[in-house]
């Protein structure tokens, strides 16, 4: 998809910012209140995101609201959580949309309520046609999911006669996985202070540049996001070369298996 927008950015800009939004609950717990109030402080910090994106270029933004493990969370706050995810479905598409943002959401919707997945179809037909910045919430989502339904995709076409195993390689896996279509998370940004994946995107940031932060997700601010796409532009991505090589003074030779 070279024509897509997503695919450019301004110069040491990230094309693709993940973000894992933690620390709610410890920010409501600090001020002796339920973490339901941190949940929705974190609602409003998700619209700092957004205007941050919009405003500096970066294209594609991937949001982790909810994991397959957050399932498991008491039932009360479970239950919370879900309200308050129908409730900003209703709130912010409309206006997200008039920005030019397009949604979509990617983990095991089939979990999520009738009236929650409906919201979710609509969020993703109205705003199927825009461009500006692909908003992607992963809700319901583990990395190991998303691998084994890619997984599961392939095996199905084998099984119909559609493709051999040995047809099988990291492109073709690749293609099965959320975002196949965009590219990579160039920076993810963890808050929250916990140094760690947690199953989000595990086959995407594989060459993802990782920054973390002890802020909690409820008092993130366009200052600090700044902070992390100033390092991100600082840093060197080899992608598994040399110093020289990226900086264009060695050459880079063939990998057989790739260039195959
Ligand atoms: C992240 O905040 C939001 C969700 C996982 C839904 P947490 O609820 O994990 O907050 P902490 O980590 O307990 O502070
Ligand atoms: C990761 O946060 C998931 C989301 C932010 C939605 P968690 O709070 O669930 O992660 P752990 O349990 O601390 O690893
Ligand atoms: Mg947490």
């Known amino acids: 998809m070279a024509s897509d927008p997503a695919n450019t950015a301004p110069a040491g800009i990230p094309r693709h910012l993940a973000v894992i939004m933690d620390g709610n609950g410890r920010w409501a717990e600090r001020r002796r209140r339920p973490r339901m109030i941190g949940h929705r402080a974190g609602a409003r910090a998700v ?36 309200k308050l995810f129908l409730n900003a479905l209703e709130r912010e598409v409309e206006e997200l949309h008039r920005r030019g943002v397009r949604i979509r959401f990617i983990g095991e919707r089939a979990r999520f309520s009738d009236a929650i997945r409906q919201r979710m ?99 993130l601010d366009a200052t600090t996001l700044q902070v992390a796409l100033d390092d991100y532009a600082g840093r060197q991505r080899r992608f598994g070369l040399t110093g020289a090589q990226v900086a264009g003074r060695e050459p880079v030779a063939q990998d057989n298996e790739n260039s195959a």
């Open 47 to 82: 619209n700092v995101c957004i205007d941050f994106c919009l405003e500096r270029g970066i294209r594609a933004l991937t949001l982790f609201a909810f994991s397959s493990e957050n399932w498991a969370r008491p039932e009360e706050e479970v239950g919370a959580l879900m």
């Open 121 to 219: 179809d609509h969020a993703e037909s109205v705003t199927a046609g825009n461009r500006r910045l692909h908003l992607n919430i992963a809700a319901s989502y583990g990395g190991r999911w998303d691998i084994a339904q890619a997984a599961r995709s392939l095996a199905e076409d084998v099984a119909a006669g559609r493709l051999a195993p040995a047809d099988i390689d990291e492109r073709l896996l690749g293609s099965r996985v959320a975002l196949a279509d965009l590219p990579p998370p160039d920076l993810f940004i963890r808050t929250g202070g916990d140094l760690r994946i947690s199953n989000f995107l595990l086959w995407q940031l594989a060459y993802t540049e990782l920054w973390f932060t002890e802020l909690l997700w409820p008092e």
